[in-house]
């Protein structure tokens, strides 16, 4: 008895949900030392298979999140952990005296990539310095539709960080309102609305530093990202020369004046200009296309 066209298609599609229901995170350490990822799922949403973790220089690991999840990441800096997980971390802490962060936020200053991802709509993400900064880090979408901009911040602005917000050792810049607690830096009370709180001297440096991050609380405009169906890496201290020179070293029979969409991504970042459309068709999409197609001649030649 041959099988009924519909049990083909629900195959297919619990085939397809399997890998198209979730969004693939993959961390990147390009730094010349060890940093600790944390991550905070926000309320209503469940945790993701480690709440903070070791990421050895040159290493990455990769991370399954469902359709709908929320959440942000950081990295931390200057840990010292047990045999039982237990310990501190000098930046980025996140006060639970553990490895695992386990439902607890990162103790500023610390720099954030934010994500809300959309179920079968828009993802939104961005790069935030509002609550300080303590490494460089970049966010990148691959496989998505729609504008799907990379952003972050390449610079270190540990090096130009004014003394009144140079954390003690340097490893760390605060932000004015950790600094200063004051409302107009802040963004509360009175200037607790975007029509009174304006950019400060303190959040311009970073802006002009980092074009495309948050550098205070309403800088939505110019600082959240779009994309749909992508996957995302987050790499800290992408170097923005080594980058540009793996580029062109990479390149196939081209001049050293080239400058091939691969390797002008963190240049535009520097510049403030960094979107990049990505294809408009997914891989996902592509493979549920072909998966389809063989069923259906498959299915007529039983018939």
């Known amino acids: 008895m041959a099988t009924p066209i519909s049990y083909h298609f629900t195959f297919i599609l619990l085939i397809i949900t399997e890998g198209v229901l979730g969004v693939t995170f993959t961390f990147t350490n390009k730094c010349d030392f060890t940093v600790w990822p944390g991550i905070l799922a ?6 993701l298979d480690s709440t903070g973790f070791e990421l050895p220089k ?18 931390r800096t200057g840990c010292t952990f047990d045999g039982s997980g237990r310990g501190s971390c000098s930046t980025g802490d996140c006060g639970s005296g553990e490895l695992e962060c386990n439902g607890a936020g990162a103790v500023p200053p610390a720099t954030l990539a934010e994500f809300t ?6 993802d939104f993400y961005d790069v935030s310095l ?5 490494l460089p880090m970049i966010v990148e979408g691959s496989g998505g539709s729609g504008a799907c901009a990379s952003t972050g911040c390449v610079t270190d602005l540990n090096r130009r960080c004014p003394a009144e917000l140079k954390v003690k050792g340097g490893g760390a810049c605060k932000s004015a309102c950790d600094a200063f607690g004051s409302p107009e830096y802040c963004c509360n009370g009175a200037y607790g609305s975007p029509s009174t709180c304006k950019p400060s001297m303190y959040s311009q440096l970073f802006k002009s530093a980092c074009p495309k991050s948050y550098s205070y609380a309403y800088d939505d405009a110019s600082s959240t990202f779009t994309c749909t169906s992508a996957d995302y890496t987050i790499t800290f201290c992408a170097s923005l020369t080594s980058s540009l020179k793996s580029s062109r070293d990479s390149g ?10 691969g390797s ?40």
């Open 264 to 303: 002008s991504l963190l240049a535009d970042l520097a510049s403030g200009d960094s979107t990049k459309t990505q294809p408009s068709i997914s891989i996902a999409l592509q493979s549920m296309l072909i998966l389809v197609i063989t069923s259906a001649l498959t299915f007529r030649q039983l018939h």
């Open 130 to 134: 509002v609550d300080g900064y303590n």
């Open 252 to 261: 196939s029979g081209s001049d050293s004046g080239s400058n091939p969409i």
């Open 58 to 75: 040159g290493s990455s690991r990769v991370f399954q999140a469902p359709t709908g999840w929320s959440g942000r990441f950081w990295g």
């Open 42 to 47: 926000s309320a209503g949403n469940d945790k």
């Open 117 to 122: 991802l959309g179920s079968g709509s828009q």
